[in-house]
């Protein structure tokens, strides 16, 4: 189907406005009910929701529809159907929730996705999702790290490409309006409100109002600011969070960014190639991690659950390996499943099969070569996850732009579900709010004003001919995080990245962009700006949490600290960001049971 285009029920201003934004500027308005950032499966879901309750959103992405950063999740999604081991129930999946998440999770917000996702993976299934099937015609499930049971649903290892697929099937079935290639680059608020958004069309180049009570950031996330990452370079730089902080919400959790064990060297591959993911399907269906000696290091970190103890636990076991000189000459470990038979290979992991045989690698064969990569962001914006508020009226977040369903670390196949758990709520909560008395596109003169002075700010940011490029500041970016809040941290290299980050803000004023609004240099430059926001964040938390918790590792402070069972919640001050600190809730006494039980993974049923 080709997506729907609205028409903008507002008038375009053909010879801009003068107000007090500066020289007069032109620019599309635009008035929706509801405007949807981002058309991945969290915003889709959440547009879903809304057009099944009568109320008719407008989604927009920076990218051509369907090509979201969703497809890029390969292994799995998580649901307690029970297919092969109907021992589990949402209570043990919430469970191992928490405790990857080392106890500082959204107690409320991991119960509502493990309660929820049986439900949503049936519907999906309803809808259409090709889903692997069991020899007696279940959905099938497999292992994933740190998992009690075999509890994650796939197609293959694409599964979130076959999500995004049925979510975006069902989005058309319902007529939603969508607009690709668009970048907002600022909210509309005055703090307590959010009136719309400004932003631009990425191929045209004109400047859009968009004008709407009602908002809903599912922009992704911030992992794309390290060099080494799973993400495309031009997505998952922070204009989610970003977005919100400036429009007045609260940011949680920042420091914690989860560094996937297994992405791809490189050295070995080629540039284009460096930390992408090689899927933790490949772990879950046998695989085995062996150093450039040939020894399988998990039996020394992990004897117990091996390959598929938690992320964060056999990303710092590959991290020490390389660091006592046991990696390989590209600075590697090898990922090895050659021990399957072909057929299995071929048919449970076929994307990694086609892509290591185009880069010349039989993985039926030959190890992979892998080392750990920026994956996702646990920390985000700090919402109610019953209704996707953020405490800034008619704003509202979900996916990876939040944070509070993972914790300290996330538990592999559980961001696909958070998509279409929260998602649904969230459809379904903003609806209500739908009202006769909203404006009508009625926007005030102070946030017009706001809007053109964004609008004029962009033509001089497109204006920009100083020595410094937006794509080398980043790349700059990337290595001053990986080197100072990587996978292991310290007070010293925490505060040294600060006063290196601030001399970087220094340096984006002789910035240089090649080209108009339409090019690629423009769209970073852009990027850039949320990301350095987003940088100083986790930066800050990283130096505030004087402990070890997850995916934040202090060497200098090695043990998890009882009393910083907190989270870390970063606000827009007057004079720069503050923190402060909130205790977390405990969890619903079915689920603290299960947690006392203690279910885990053994690992050798795989063997």
């Not at 046998?286 to 992990?302: H, I, K, Q, T, V």
């Not at 609806?431 to 053109?452: F, H, K, S």
């Not at 497109?462 to 790349?475: K, R, V």
Request: proline share 3%.
């Amino acid at each position: 189907m080709t997506p729907q285009k609205p028409s903008a029920d507002g008038e375009q201003a053909a010879d801009g406005r003068a107000s007090d934004a500066g020289p007069a500027v032109d620019y599309e308005t635009v008035s929706v009910p509801v405007l949807v950032v981002g058309a991945g499966a969290a915003g889709a879901r959440v547009a879903i929701g809304l057009a099944e309750n009568g109320v008719e959103p407008l989604v927009i992405g920076k990218r051509d529809h369907g090509d979201a950063h969703t497809t890029w999740a390969a292994g799995g999604i998580n649901a307690s159907l029970g297919s092969l081991d109907p021992e589990d129930d949402w209570t043990i999946h919430a469970a191992d929730t928490l405790d990857e998440g080392h106890f500082i999770n959204d107690a409320k917000a991991v119960e509502l996705t493990a309660k929820h996702m049986p439900d949503r993976i049936r519907e999906l299934d309803d809808w259409g999702m090709p889903f692997d099937r069991t020899e007696d015609g279940k959905i099938n499930q497999r292992y994933f790290g740190a998992q009690s049971f075999r509890r994650t649903c796939f197609v293959g290892d694409r599964t979130g490409e076959a999500m995004l697929d049925t979510l975006v099937d069902k989005a058309q079935s319902l007529g939603i309006p969508y607009r690709d290639n668009v970048m907002i680059t600022r909210l509309l608020s005055d703090g307590d409100q959010v009136y719309g958004a400004a932003g631009y069309d990425m191929e045209s180049g004109e400047f859009i109002l968009f004008e709407s009570d009602h908002i809903v950031l599912a922009a992704g996330g911030s992992s794309a600011l390290y060099n080494r990452h799973s993400s495309r370079d031009e997505e998952n730089n922070g204009d989610g969070p970003a977005l919100a902080l400036e429009a007045g919400a609260s940011l949680m959790d920042m420091e914690f960014v989860q560094f996937h064990p297994t992405g791809m060297v490189g050295d070995r591959y080629g540039e284009d190639w460096d930390g992408r993911l090689v899927t933790e399907a490949v772990r879950g269906e046998g695989g085995r991690l062996l150093n450039a000696d040939g020894e399988r290091f998990m039996e020394e970190y992990s004897p117990d659950q091996m390959e598929l103890d938690a992320r964060d636990v056999v990303a710092r076991a590959i991290a020490q390996e390389l660091r006592e000189g046991r990696g390989t000459e590209n600075g590697g470990v090898y990922l090895d499943i050659s021990h399957r038979e072909d057929e299995y290979i071929k048919s449970r992991l076929p994307r990694m099969y086609e892509r290591f045989m185009d880069l010349g690698v039989d993985i039926t064969e030959k190890p992979m070569e892998v080392a750990p990569t920026a994956h996702y962001s646990m920390g985000g914006v700090d919402i109610d996850f019953e209704s996707g508020e953020t405490g800034v009226g008619g704003l509202y977040a979900v996916g990876e732009t939040v944070a509070g369903v993972h914790g300290a670390n996330r538990l592999g196949g559980n961001s696909l579900a958070e998509t279409v758990a929260i998602g649904a709520l969230v459809g379904d909560h903003v609806a209500t709010q739908v009202t006769g008395d909203d404006r009508n596109g009625a926007l005030p003169d102070g946030q017009r004003a706001i809007a053109e002075r964004e609008f004029q700010s962009l033509r001089e940011l497109e204006a920009s001919d100083g020595d410094e490029t937006p794509e080398q500041l980043l790349a700059d970016l990337g290595d001053l995080l990986w080197e100072h809040a990587g996978i292991l941290r310290t007070d010293e290299s925490v505060s040294a990245g600060l006063e290196k980050l601030r001399n970087l803000r220094e340096r984006t004023g002789n910035m240089h962009v090649d080209g108009d609004r339409t090019s690629l240099s423009f769209e970073l430059a852009v990027d850039l700006s949320f990301s350095l926001t987003v940088a100083e964040a986790l930066l800050l938390g990283a130096r505030k949490r004087d402990e070890s918790r997850g995916a934040h590792y202090r060497t200098d402070a090695p043990d998890v600290d009882p009393d910083w069972r907190r989270n870390i919640l970063v606000d827009q001050g007057d004079t720069g960001l503050e923190l402060t600190t909130r205790g977390v809730a405990e969890p619903s006494d079915a689920v603290s049971e299960a947690v006392d039980v203690g279910y885990e993974l053994d690992y050798h049923h795989l063997e």
